[in-house]
């Protein structure tokens, strides 16, 4: 999911106020030059003095909320996912979403709601697929006989029509 801030004239805003205010500019002025709030100049300028003047060292923070899995844990997901829901101890071969949740819940201690689930399981490269019903007794060979032979036969013919009756 993407944003539609420009992080970089953003990270480009921040240095240029940082600058200024190492010129010893006063941040009313640096405010009004650059088309931000007092308060973020004021900001900066903490910021600023916290890092003992380092204007290379002003970085923003990471926007949103932060990932309750790190890096580490995603991988390990994506293996436990990839080995399938048998080998995680579920009756089918079938991964749903509950399923997923329950694994993520019993490997690393975090809840995660159905859309949130769903969310990781997208930034991981899965998709959702629903498997094929098909009976586990299918003959593939007969049903191909069938549609070849069969079926035409039973088809109706194009342009016959019933005779009518005379009575």
């Not at 003095?49 to 909320?65: C, F, H, I, P, Y």
């Not at 890096?71 to 829901?85: D, K």
Request: glycine share 8%; net charge positive; aromatic share 6%.
């Amino acid at each position: 999911m993407g944003t539609k801030r420009d992080l970089e004239a953003i990270e480009a805003r921040r240095i240029a106020g940082a600058r200024m205010l190492k010129r010893k500019v006063a941040q009313a002025d640096v405010a009004l030059e650059l088309g931000v709030s007092r308060q973020a100049v004021s900001v900066w300028a903490r910021q600023l003095s916290e890092v003992n003047g380092a204007v290379g060292k002003l970085k923003a923070r990471t926007l949103g909320r932060p990932k309750r899995l790190d890096a580490g844990q995603c991988e390990s997901l994506s293996g436990l996912l990839v080995a399938g829901a048998l080998q995680a101890g579920f009756p089918t071969e079938l991964w749903t979403v509950k399923r997923v949740r329950a694994v993520v819940a019993r490997e690393f201690g975090v809840q995660y709601s159905q859309t949130g689930c769903w969310e990781l399981l997208r930034s991981l490269g899965f998709s959702p697929q629903k498997p094929e019903k098909r009976a586990t007794q299918r003959n593939e060979e007969a049903i191909l006989a069938w549609k070849r032979k069969t079926w035409p036969a039973l088809k109706k013919k194009r342009g016959a029509r019933a005779e009518p009756s005379s009575s």
